[in-house]
């Protein structure tokens, strides 16, 4: 808008990032964010897809092309630790992978009954989305449930759907 000529640099095969791969469908349909996503390069802004920052390009790279600005806008895309022993047992899944999984379309196996470890947005969305794959599901959270940093909406949109709920409590070993 102000005259600057403006390139987005895309891991992936398509727009959005955690918008696209990191919020479930039912909590922001695509086509919305592709009007968004389409908002943006009408107004002239290139995206060049399936480029990674320190594979395909770098900082140095990028002035050496002449760019005069950077800005860095990579996402939180690395989970959590539980600092549990076993939480790289098979079968256990970051929220974040899954969540990007699901988004995909990759096959996901989860099983009949699933736990769900902590209270945020992304813990619900795994929650949520798990219920819609058929499992049976509990959230466990170490505080209460006042204490949940997750939306309130989210959290009563899941007792809604029979999510069910157990509080002040914690894995210590899976």
């Given at each position: ?100 999984d699901v988004a995909?379309g990759n096959k ?67």
């Amino acid at each position: 808008i102000e005259g600057h000529e403006a390139t987005i640099y895309e891991a992936e095969s398509a727009p959005g990032g955690m918008l696209k791969y990191g919020i479930p469908e039912y909590r922001l349909p695509k086509d919305i964010l592709n009007k968004e996503v389409e908002l943006i390069t009408n107004l002239g802004v290139n995206i060049q897809y399936n480029t990674r920052l320190g594979k395909d390009i770098t900082i140095e790279s990028l002035k050496q092309d002449g760019y005069q600005a950077i800005l860095l806008a990579i996402g939180a895309w690395k989970p959590a630790s539980m600092r549990v022993e076993g939480e790289d047992t098979e079968g256990v899944l970051s929220g974040i992978g899954f969540l990007y999984d699901v988004a995909n379309g990759n096959k996901i196996n989860i099983g009949q009954k699933v736990i769900v470890v902590g209270g945020g947005n992304t813990a619900i969305d795994a929650a949520r989305t798990s219920l819609r794959l058929g499992a049976e599901v509990t959230v466990l959270y170490r505080r209460t449930r006042k204490e949940m940093p997750a939306e309130d909406i989210e959290i009563h949109a899941s007792d809604e759907e029979g999510i069910k709920m157990e509080f002040l409590t914690a894995p210590t070993k899976i």
